[in-house]
Antibody, heavy 122, light 110 residues
């Protein structure tokens, strides 16, 4: 069974940094693209960032470009999201999501983790 | 900034049929956007229902179906059940590795 477990969330002041991690199990991690999707309290879903199966290609929504960095360690089946210069509007639950297909990144997202909560506040 | 539009809410009777749509603020949705659909109940992580327009995710019953209707992607629920009461989100692949989620539709079964 596919399992994704996020960690690293918490309370941080504006301008601060956090590093989220996602431990993956139950599938061949190195074969699938991965994404981070967030949901602000009471709001809808927002795709934040994606990474190819090898880690060689990374993608970001405009609002986090230059502030967030996605990475993966295929030897440890782990996905990361380094978040710098955090803003109040980054407050959300962050979900780690497995890609649908080993071949087609654009097929999108498949299995979701339960999420880790990030709160940016002074 | 591209906005992916969905109906804010829908109400359907048990056993009834409802079709949710996913459009673009500018332009038409085609299969080249590889539309996907997700279901989310309060307090839970989303569940993937459909990807690449009409491919059901593992374990999703066939009363959920996906299509392109006119200029929009569509998710049809046939024979609605009480546990279909959820928020539904579409997502479109916008190219260059990026995705944009729709605004979401709240479905009530009553």
């Amino acid at each position: 069974e596919v399992h994704l477990l996020e960690s690293g969330g918490g309370l941080v002041q504006p301008g601060g940094s956090l590093r989220l991690s996602c431990a993956a199990s139950g599938f061949t991690f190195s074969s699938y693209a991965m994404s981070w999707v967030r949901q602000a309290p009471g709001k809808g879903l927002e795709w934040v960032s994606g990474i190819s199966n090898s880690g060689g290609s990374t993608y970001y929504t405009d609002s986090v470009k230059g502030r967030f960095t996605i990475s993966r360690d295929n030897s440890k089946n782990t996905l990361h999201l380094q978040m710098n210069s955090l803003r109040a509007e980054d407050t959300a639950a962050y979900h780690c999501v497995k890609g649908v297909s080993t071949y087609y990144y654009y097929y999108g997202m498949d299995v979701w983790g339960q999420g880790t909560t990030v709160t940016v506040s002074s | 900034q591209t906005v992916v539009t969905q109906e804010p809410s829908f109400s359907v009777s048990p056993g009834g049929t409802v079709t949710l749509t996913c459009g673009l603020s500018s332009g038409s949705v085609s299969s080249s956007y590889y539309p996907s659909w997700y279901q989310q109940t309060p307090g839970q992580a989303p569940r993937t229902l459909m990807y690449s327009t009409n491919i059901r995710s593992s374990g999703v019953p066939d009363r959920f179906s996906g299509s392109i209707l006119g200029s929009k992607a569509a998710l049809t629920i046939t024979g609605a059940q009480a546990d279909d009461e959820s928020d539904y989100y579409c997502v479109l692949y916008m190219g260059s590795g990026s995705f944009v989620f729709g605004t979401g539709t709240k479905v009530t079964v009553l």
